[in-house]
DNA sequence: GTATATTTGTGTTTTAGAACATAGTTCTAT
DNA sequence: ATAGAACTATGTTCTAAAACACAAATATAC
């Protein structure tokens, strides 16, 4: 892990859900332990594998969870949006990591050890439905994951991940083009297919005029397609 | 919902885990407010779409989730064993059910309301990460299902399904029959293949001397190449 | 216990998507 | 600024698994 630098940040603002929810000691014991570290794009947060130890909330940048699957091969498990909690699941399963985390871009994540949060909630209700809603949520989302990505053919399933990173990332200033700069090769592994597929059924979506694409930048032109290109499978 | 009937059943030692962590005044309320409810064989425990309003424990038989998917197919997304906790992670999520349950056979299953179990937990610190940890260690399979299901082929896949059931239901008194009397198509719906090839794919397996079938049972003769088959996608 | 419905088994055809090949283009590091 | 690496694009071939078809065997209902 490197790119550590402490920084002076209003935990008050940047971790509300968490924050409000604490004592005033409670804030105080978390100001004192929390680290702000920086990453660079593409560095590993963690690493398939390793120890849990630190809840991370995502500030600012854009992170991806991965998981390797057979042979190696490696696919995006969901993606991380500013500000979002992540990093938590395997400590409270008592595994060590299942997947890894990396940076699509430069970021910076308030690390809080997971001894302190799992002593917080355990005599904080709210905060232990905090975490107990957070993981209803995505267990839901996984679930409905597993049977899109089983189920959808390549069309529906690359229409899914373009709306998906519309939603975590939202649009640029012109209401159009997706606020992320991605490689075909992420946006196939999102999407579970190969590249080629990726940048194949991509240019179909240009031909068809439902997307825009600028190099790596996609502009999405009729969402409405989209959507019914993603339900449909 | 049908086949409702009353019982008295010692909750103290059917509820295990979540007794252990009560009040003797909690206890009390849980045991008025839970209800024993009998389920036939196919009988739906719950649908898509309804209203969570009970955390269920199954007590006795087999109990499959299942979630429909593109066109309507659909597909089982995990398989429930006694004794174990379902149903309550729509209501943490605040979402109707996305899931439906059934039995596999007849079943009993003893139903307490969230309610209760939301208000015991805010102030129970250990019940609440007792269900932290089942949604962590829900969310990590769900994760791995989702590696599973996309990268293995069908030899994989149904390796695996095999290997599954056999850790949830056990083996008969032979000690190699699995304990479960399953339709191809519903091991096909586990696996995610189509019932042919189920149907094929159990054939080859007994042709290759990995697995013995009588009608419906299933007897594991070779694990070991099971497990490599599974592994090996 | 018999009739009907469902499930199982197997062969054949079709197809979506992977794998491979190769060229042009765009990053990125020095 | 330039060389090398990585990414993008597109055509071609190959293959796993779906789709389809039908007969035989079992289950289930009456």
Same mark, same amino acid.
């Given at each position: 892990?490197?790119?550590?630098?402490?920084?002076?940040?209003?935990?008050?603002?940047?971790?509300?859900?968490?924050?409000?929810?604490?004592?005033?000691?409670?804030?105080?014991?978390?100001?004192?332990?929390?680290?702000?570290?920086?990453?660079?794009?593409?560095?590993?947060?963690?690493?398939?594998?390793?120890?849990?130890? *630190? !809840?991370?909330?995502?500030?600012?940048?854009? %992170?991806?969870?991965?998981?390797?699957? /057979?042979? =190696? #091969?490696?696919?995006?498990?969901?993606?991380?949006?500013?500000?979002?909690?992540?990093?938590?699941?395997?400590?409270?399963?008592?595994?060590?990591?299942?997947?890894?985390?990396?940076?699509?871009?430069?970021?910076?994540?308030?690390?809080?050890?997971?001894?302190?949060?799992?002593?917080?909630?355990?005599?904080?209700?709210?905060?232990?439905?905090?975490?107990?809603?957070?993981?209803?949520? *995505? !267990?839901?989302?996984?679930?409905?994951?597993? %049977?899109?990505?089983?189920?959808?053919? /390549?069309? =529906? #399933?690359?229409?899914?991940?373009?709306?998906?990173?519309?939603?975590?990332?939202?649009?640029?200033?012109?209401?159009?083009?997706?606020?992320?700069?991605?490689?075909?090769?992420?946006?196939?592994?999102?999407?579970?297919?190969?590249?080629?597929?990726?940048?194949?059924?991509?240019?179909?979506?240009?031909?068809?005029?439902?997307?825009?694409?600028?190099?790596?930048?996609?502009?999405?032109? *009729?969402?409405?397609?989209?959507?019914?290109?993603?339900?449909?499978?």
């Amino acid at each position: 892990m490197a790119g550590k630098k402490k920084d002076i940040i209003d935990l008050s603002s940047t971790l509300p859900d968490i924050w409000r929810m604490l004592t005033d000691a409670e804030r105080e014991i978390l100001r004192s332990s929390a680290r702000i570290v920086h990453f660079k794009k593409n560095e590993l947060l963690y690493l398939e594998d390793d120890t849990p130890k *630190d !809840l991370m909330c995502l500030f600012s940048g854009k %992170v991806k969870i991965l998981k390797s699957g /057979v042979g =190696g #091969r490696s696919q995006i498990i969901r993606i991380i949006r500013p500000v979002q909690y992540f990093g938590y699941r395997a400590y409270f399963a008592r595994e060590n990591y299942v997947t890894a985390a990396m940076a699509f871009e430069s970021c910076t994540v308030c690390m809080i050890p997971m001894e302190l949060i799992e002593k917080f909630l355990r005599r904080n209700g709210n905060l232990a439905l905090f975490f107990i809603q957070m993981l209803s949520v *995505d !267990l839901g989302i996984a679930d409905q994951r597993v %049977v899109n990505l089983t189920q959808k053919h /390549v069309r =529906g #399933r690359l229409a899914e991940s373009l709306l998906a990173l519309k939603e975590s990332y939202g649009l640029e200033e012109d209401g159009a083009t997706i606020n992320i700069y991605l490689a075909r090769e992420d946006l196939a592994s999102l999407s579970n297919m190969t590249t080629s597929n990726a940048i194949r059924t991509l240019s179909n979506f240009v031909n068809e005029r439902i997307i825009a694409i600028d190099g790596r930048k996609i502009k999405i032109i *009729d969402e409405e397609r989209l959507h019914k290109i993603s339900r449909m499978g």
